[in-house]
């Protein structure tokens, strides 16, 4: 079955602008996470998503922001971007937000935004 | 708090020499551990946890409640093993997450 897909997989912004990236989860996969990776601080979590309501959300401002639709498939936005946003960013799927299957996450190749 | 610690950035070893990829970690209650592997232009992947107690591609890690750890070990190492290696930790959700990830372990490993 076809896995994680991560739309657009390269972006170049400016700063100031805003960007939206898309996450399609594999098939049957209701739980949606994102993911900033960055060299210096490795991976750092967004938001989850369950059945479009948002689960957790971590620690980063409001520019960033999320939804997910009624098909599992999860949107982020971050506006007026700044040069620090500058990351690879993920999205993974599960099963559902809890249980044995909850953190057995699977990755999409991920979305890499360059801000100039 | 939970926290995942790797201690190692870069771990640099010969083919055929053994290695450990150390990784601690803080809990309130019973953790569940896995460890993730990124490979060069791949996708991040779960590579084993340890309610499975299994052997992949040869790594083995056994979580240790006294100690904390959840190192990650392999007798033989292949070139074919150098990666990014995180060690992850479930958490209770909240502003980390449900997956706690440690900043990642680089295992180089040379001809």
């Known amino acids: 079955k076809a896995g994680v897909t991560q739309t657009p997989r390269y972006l170049i912004k400016t700063r100031g602008q805003q960007v939206t990236l898309s996450c399609s989860p594999i098939?049957?996969?209701?739980?949606v996470s994102w993911y900033q990776q960055t060299p210096g601080q490795g991976l750092q979590f967004l938001f989850e998503?369950?059945?479009?309501?948002?689960?957790n959300k971590g620690n980063f401002p409001g520019r960033f922001s999320g939804r997910q639709f009624s098909n599992s498939r999860s949107e982020m936005n971050v506006s007026t971007l700044e040069l620090g946003d500058s990351a690879l960013y993920l999205c993974?799927?599960?099963?559902?937000?809890?249980?044995?299957?909850?953190?057995?996450?699977?990755f999409g190749a991920g979305s890499r935004l360059t801000v100039l | 708090a939970q926290r995942v610690t790797q201690p190692e950035k870069l771990l640099s070893v010969f083919k055929g020499a053994p290695v450990e990829l150390k990784c601690n970690y803080s809990?309130?209650?019973?953790?569940?551990l896995f460890w993730y592997v990124q490979y060069s232009r791949q996708r991040l992947q779960l590579l084993l946890r340890?309610?499975s107690r299994e052997s992949i591609k040869g790594f083995t890690a056994d979580l240790n409640k006294g100690e904390t750890s959840f190192h990650l070990k392999k007798p033989f190492a292949q070139e074919e093993d150098s990666a990014m290696y995180y060690c992850?930790?479930?958490?209770?959700?909240?502003?980390?997450?449900?997956?706690?990830f440690g900043k990642g372990t680089k295992l180089s490993v040379k001809p």
């Open positions: 993974a799927s599960s099963l559902t937000p809890t249980g044995l299957g909850a953190n057995v996450l699977t």
């Open positions: 098939s049957g996969h209701r739980s």
């Open positions: 998503y369950f059945s479009e309501t948002q689960r």
């Open positions: 809990y309130s209650g019973s953790p569940e």
């Open positions: 340890h309610i």
């Open positions: 992850a930790l479930s958490g209770y959700g909240g502003s980390q997450g449900n997956l706690i």
